[in-house]
């Protein structure tokens, strides 16, 4: 008998919830029914209801008490859902999802204190180091498997002004590795669709744009940047960029891929390391190093190394951590294995061997 009433309530919200109504809606019918019963053992003889319900008035007021807490929960519940759907959109409903992508905050999106957040933390960038980035001036040659990945890292990371040079024009074919651009910039030129990604990704990157290739006559060019990141795939534009750098005395971040396997390092003669010329003082036989396009390159690899050239430019730029100047990191995809070896000037460098080293240099 002392389950009795607790029974006839659950029978009510049973009933309830099969004629659809909703879990506030449920819980008042029982408050209502939990007044109605108090209210009949108010009036009664309390010798009457225990023998009729089994229970007192002390314990179906307890029974009352956490109902009430029940119904006040959900009701707070409910109106902080309202008020978060009034001021945010529903979370679940395409008209809040469509609020977001087509609303976003102007203001919001041009405060560097919250889009560089994560950099202001690091003990080794903080303020500091993200104002260098700021200011930083930075040439990317070729925006291609290596240039697309190491652009977006640099744009996002807050580099002042990004410069990008490349002669060609997006094709389907680019699009297996090529992460910046999106299938319906088939035939626009590389530049035009990086700069536009860029600037949508972070518009307070000045972004340039060069339709042309970088050449040995583009000294004063190279000149004005801080630093210059290679991602050609060309052993005679490499060689071109790499002289001009050293012409110019700005430091060069040199990524390569083939097939499962890529290499980064940085070119800075001026402070002690080697130039590609000390490295590979000939081009390649015929047939040696083939392209992309003739060997063949997973799509993720040319991601991995161009990441790890913004990497080693964030750490040029800032002063953090020690960077791969004087040395080359070779990346095996295919067996998941790195290899660091040392790298170390030519005193016969038919281009870097006439450099004095710059004050500071190693």
Same mark, same amino acid.
Not at 143 to 152: D, E, N, R, V, W
Not at 212 to 236: E, K, M, N, P, Q
Not at 286 to 302: D, K, M, Y
């Given at each position: $008998?002392?389950?009795?009433?607790?029974?006839?309530?659950?029978?009510?919200?049973?009933?309830?919830?099969?004629?659809?109504?909703?879990? %506030?809606?449920?819980?008042?019918?029982?408050?209502?029914?939990?007044?109605?019963?108090?209210?009949?053992?108010?009036?009664?003889?309390?010798?009457?209801?225990?023998?009729?319900?089994?229970?007192?008035?002390?314990?179906?007021? @307890?029974?009352?008490?956490?109902?009430?807490?029940?119904?006040? =929960?959900?009701?707070?519940?409910? !109106?902080?859902?309202?008020?978060?759907?009034? &001021?945010?959109?529903?979370?679940?409903?395409?008209?809040?999802?469509?609020?977001?992508?087509?609303?976003? #905050?102007?203001?919001?999106?041009? #405060?560097?204190? /919250?889009?560089?957040?994560?950099?202001?933390?690091?003990?080794?960038?903080?303020? *500091?180091?993200?104002? &260098?980035?700021?200011?930083?001036?930075?040439?990317?040659?070729?925006?291609?498997?290596?240039?697309? *990945?190491?652009?977006?890292?640099?744009?996002?990371?807050?580099?002042?002004?990004?410069?990008?040079?490349?002669?060609?024009?997006?094709?389907?074919?680019?699009?297996?590795?090529?992460?910046? =651009?999106?299938?319906?910039?088939?035939?626009? *030129? !590389?530049? @035009?669709?990086?700069?536009?990604?860029?600037?949508?990704?972070?518009?307070?990157?000045?972004?340039?744009?060069? #339709?042309?290739?970088?050449?040995?006559?583009?000294?004063?060019?190279?000149?004005?940047?801080?630093?210059?990141?290679?991602?050609?795939?060309?052993?005679?534009?490499?060689?071109?960029?790499?002289?001009?750098?050293?012409?110019?005395?700005?430091?060069?971040?040199?990524?390569?891929?083939?097939?499962?396997?890529?290499?980064?390092?940085?070119?800075?003669? @001026? &402070?002690?390391?080697?130039?590609?010329?000390?490295?590979?003082?000939?081009?390649?036989?015929?047939?040696?190093?083939?392209?992309?396009?003739?060997?063949?390159?997973?799509?993720?690899?040319?991601?991995?190394?161009?990441?790890? $050239?913004?990497?080693?430019?964030? !750490?040029?730029?800032?002063?953090?951590?020690?960077?791969?100047?004087?040395?080359? %990191?070779?990346?095996?995809?295919?067996?998941? /294995?790195?290899?660091?070896?040392?790298?170390?000037?030519?005193?016969?460098?038919?281009?870097?061997?006439?450099?004095?080293?710059?004050?500071?240099?190693?």
């Amino acid at each position: $008998m002392g389950v009795l009433l607790p029974l006839g309530l659950l029978s009510i919200a049973a009933v309830a919830w099969i004629m659809g109504w909703g879990i %506030l809606r449920v819980l008042a019918a029982l408050f209502a029914a939990w007044l109605i019963v108090l209210a009949l053992m108010l009036a009664a003889p309390a010798a009457e209801m225990r023998v009729f319900g089994g229970m007192d008035v002390r314990a179906w007021l @307890a029974m009352g008490v956490l109902l009430a807490l029940v119904l006040g =929960y959900m009701a707070v519940l409910r !109106k902080a859902r309202a008020a978060a759907g009034a &001021r945010w959109g529903d979370p679940q409903g395409e008209a809040g999802h469509e609020a977001r992508r087509t609303a976003p #905050d102007p203001e919001a999106s041009r #405060d560097p204190l /919250e889009r560089y957040a994560r950099h202001y933390v690091l003990r080794e960038i903080g303020g *500091p180091g993200q104002a &260098r980035l700021r200011d930083a001036r930075v040439l990317l040659v070729g925006a291609g498997g290596l240039g697309a *990945p190491a652009a977006l890292y640099l744009a996002a990371a807050g580099i002042g002004r990004l410069a990008i040079a490349d002669p060609d024009h997006v094709s389907i074919s680019n699009l297996q590795r090529q992460i910046i =651009y999106r299938s319906g910039d088939a035939g626009r *030129p !590389k530049t @035009a669709a990086a700069a536009e990604a860029l600037r949508a990704l972070n518009p307070l990157v000045e972004v340039e744009t060069l #339709d042309r290739r970088i050449t040995a006559a583009d000294t004063s060019l190279i000149s004005r940047f801080d630093l210059v990141l290679d991602g050609c795939d060309s052993f005679a534009d490499r060689a071109a960029i790499n002289a001009t750098c050293v012409d110019a005395g700005v430091p060069l971040i040199a990524g390569a891929i083939a097939q499962w396997e890529g290499q980064v390092t940085i070119y800075d003669p @001026a &402070r002690g390391a080697p130039c590609l010329a000390c490295i590979f003082p000939e081009p390649p036989a015929p047939g040696l190093a083939p392209s992309c396009a003739e060997a063949g390159v997973v799509g993720p690899l040319p991601g991995v190394i161009g990441s790890m $050239m913004a990497l080693e430019a964030i !750490k040029h730029l800032t002063g953090a951590g020690e960077t791969l100047a004087g040395a080359m %990191l070779i990346y095996d995809g295919l067996h998941g /294995e790195t290899r660091r070896i040392a790298l170390g000037r030519r005193t016969d460098c038919p281009v870097c061997s006439g450099v004095a080293l710059r004050p500071g240099g190693a």
